[in-house]
C-alpha cells in the first residue's frame, strides 16, 4: 500500500495508504511527521478525499492528539483571561440565563459598556483572575494527559517545563518535585528545598486526613519518599506515636465543656475529682483538652504538665471504669447535650454516625469487644460555647411573654407589664400559609 502511494499520488488508494503512513511514523516515534501527514489529509476536500474525516477526527480528540488538544486548551484559557480583562464577570456567564441568548445579552449591555470603559482600571488595580476560576486548569489537564501518554515524546520537556510553572505558582510542591525531575538540567540545593517542601505538603496532609489508616498511609509515604528530609523524620515519629496511641475511639470533652456543664463531671457522671477543676494548679488540675473516651472502658486524661502551662503538651493518664461508671458517664453527656440543645439552638450537635454509635454500646454495656476498625472511629469533641463562639450568649427564656420595663425621667415613674412573645415559626409553616 506504501508503493501505491508512492508510486501513484493521485491513485484511488493513495490517501489510505498516506493515513496508514501517519499511523505507523506515530507508532515508530516521528511523531511530528505523523501529525503533520494527519494534516494534510485533514485539509482535503471530502469530495476528493476517502480519509479527511478520520484524520479531522483524530486532530480533534483529546485523547489521541494530546499535544493539539494541549495547544487548544491553552488559546482558550487565554480567550477566556482577555475577556475577563475587557468585560469582566460578563465574560464568564450571563446574568439572566433564562432568558434567549440574545435577549439576555441586549439587558446586559449597559453593564458590558462600563466594564469595558473601566478595563484599564481593572487592569492596574483589579485581580488577574476571578475568585474561585483557574483558567489554566484545562491545559494543565490536557498537559498531564500528554505526558501520560508521550513520556518520551517529541514535546515532554516543554509541556513539563508549563506544568512546573503552573504547580510552582499553585504552590503544589509534589506534583512540582516530580516534573522538575523531568528537565533536561537541575540544580541538586533546588531539588533538595523542592523535596522538603513536597515533604511538608505531605505532611500536613496527614494532619487534615480523619481516619488513622488514612493518616497512616499518608505518614508512611512521606518516611519511604522523602527518608533524607526533615518532614520525613518527623512523619517517622508521627507515625510511631499513632502506634503506640490508636485506639478505636476518640471521643474528646473539653475541660471547658465540663465546668460549663458541672453534672457531667460530677458524682453521677464521670465523677472526676473536684480539684481538677478548681483552677489550682498545686493540686493537679485538668488540661484544656479534657477527657478522652478511648473506645472500650478506657478513658484518657489529660492533665496540665509539671510546668503550670496549659498551653504546654499535656500529660496522659489512662483509667479504665467499670461498665456501670461509663453507662451513667454517657448517659448523662448524651442528656445534657440534648438538653441544652433545647434551651439554645446555637448548641445543636452535629451529627456523627460512629459517635453515636459507640455511645449507644456503651449505655447499654456492650463494649468489652471495641470496634477496632478505622472505620469506625469517631474524633468528635465536645466543646463550650465559649470555645465555639468566644462568648457566651443569654439563653432565651421558656417562658411565653417577656417582662418590659417602662419608665419616664419627666415624672420620675417607673412601670412594668407582661408582653407575650409569638412563638416562632416552624420548619414547615409555609404549608399553612
Known sequence: MFQLSFSDPEGELADEAQF?????QHDLGFEKESWNKLHDLAHADDHESNMG?????????????????????????LQKELGFRLFGSHSLQRRYPDLPFGLSYVMELPGIAQALVTAPIRLVFGPWEPAGEDFDKAPAIAGYRYLRREPHGRHTREVAQWLY?????????????????????????????LGEKAASQRLAAADKAARRDWRGSILRGVVREYPDSDAGETAGFRLRQELDMMSPQRIRVTRSFLKENPAVAGPRGLALNPTLLDDDLHNGELHPRGVTFLGGKVLELALVAESGDDKDAPVSVREKVDAKRLSHAVALLDETVLMNDQLDPLEAVTPDAFRD???????????????LRAAAESNYVYESLREQYGMVRGRESILPFDLV????????SLGAFPRWRQPKETPDSFLYK
Open 20 to 24: 496508514v503512513l501517519a499511523l505507523a
Open 53 to 77: 474525516r478520520h484524520a479531522r477526527a483524530l486532530l480533534e480528540d483529546p485523547w489521541q492528539n494530546t499535544y493539539g488538544n494541549f495547544e487548544r486548551q491553552q488559546r482558550r484559557a
Open 165 to 193: 510553572d503552573y504547580e510552582t505558582d499553585r504552590g503544589n510542591w509534589v506534583a512540582a518535585l516530580g516534573l522538575y525531575d523531568l528537565q533536561p538540567e537541575t540544580d541538586p540545593i533546588e531539588r533538595i528545598t
Open 357 to 371: 454509635a459507640y455511645l449507644e454500646r456503651a449505655r447499654l454495656g456492650l463494649v468489652d469487644e471495641p470496634d
Open 405 to 412: 420595663f417602662q419608665g419616664s425621667l419627666y415624672d420620675m
